[in-house]
């Protein structure tokens, strides 16, 4: 259905979600095995879990943290770091995942809006640093020293970051491409719609049908690591796919 509009394609704006990273091999809350399924979403990944027991929180995501080193980029983030590089016009890539898979599959420039496992955020001053070191042994703010540090992750309950930024480019986009995205998280799932109310057209790549699939124009089911990078070349060379 796409096929030949990718010629007139010139905003396109991207979400990414846990099934680009799966690939890689990280553990999503919704995958089988792994860190998530010893906690309670409620316990780890909410204000009111951290409140509770905040050495349960910092460590679960210390360890998070330090699995990041176990995992590679895949295709999928490949093909979107070369899409960043080629296409001639603009381009919004927005993911839902704390990993640093992006950047490290060459990506610069992405916008996480559920925050970063790489990242610390002092509750104290508001300052957001980059952060590499553990958190459970109460660290001090690189800033104002307090040692208040907490994960710079968007927790259940409270708002994702830039939503601003991200609501300018899906009215202004031409395309709006969901990849790897359960459709079951808002604001993030809204997105299709908000693109298409502004007459974006709508793609979703995606392992298996989700709870958005009939909202887009066309759904490409399958891996990631192939569905992205031939989609990529698809809108790197319009008129060899026309
Ligand atoms: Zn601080």
Redesign the pocket.
Known sequence: MLEGLMAEIDRIVILTGAGISAESGIDTFRSAGGLWEQHRVEDVATPEGFARDPDLVLGFYDMRREALAGVAPNPAHAALARLEREFAGELLLVTQNVDDLHERGGSSRVLHMHGELKSAL?T????RSRWEMAMRDRPP?P????R?LRPDVVWFGEMPYRMETIYAALEACDLFVSIGTSGAVYPAAGFVAEARANGARTLELNLEPSEGSRLFHETRLGPASIMVPAWVDEVLSPAASG
Not at 124 to 127: E, I, L, Y
């Open positions: 002092c104290s001053c508001g300052t703010c800033v104002c020293r307090a208040t």
